[in-house]
């Protein structure tokens, strides 16, 4: 059965960081991509961050380009999401989710995370 669980969200002073999990099972992240996506209140989701099965090659989105780490560690098949320099406008609900390919579009995520909520505020 694959399963991504995340942890690690929470609240958070503006400036502050905040590092994510996703734990996965059922599958292997040596053939996954996984990616890193948030929801606001009242807004779309949007795409932040993915890691390439292929070549452990990232992508970032202006957003949290240069302030955003993804890593993974294939020995405990956990993907991270590092976040520093946290803004108010960071504040969303966020999920991991697993693509068979390299992950650049939506529709390839076929696994979901449950999500978990990022409050940055003072």
């Known amino acids: 059965q694959v399963q991504l669980v995340q942890s690690g969200g929470g609240l958070v002073q503006p400036g502050g960081s905040l590092t994510l999990s996703c734990a996965v099972s059922?599958?292997?992240?040596?053939?996954?991509?996984i990616g890193w996506f948030r929801q606001a209140p009242g807004k779309e989701r949007e795409g932040l961050s993915c890691i390439r099965s292929s070549d452990n090659s990232t992508y970032y989105t202006s957003p949290v380009k240069g302030r955003f780490t993804i890593s993974r560690d294939n020995a405990k098949n956990t993907v991270y999401l590092q976040m520093n320099s946290l803004e108010p406008e960071d504040t969303a609900v966020y999920y991991c989710?697993?693509?068979?390919?390299?992950?650049?579009?939506?529709?390839?995520?076929?696994?979901w995370g449950q999500g978990t909520q990022v409050t940055v505020s003072s």
């Open positions: 989710a697993a693509a068979r390919g390299a992950g650049d579009y939506v529709a390839e995520y076929l696994y």
């Open positions: 059922g599958f292997t992240l040596d053939y996954y991509s």
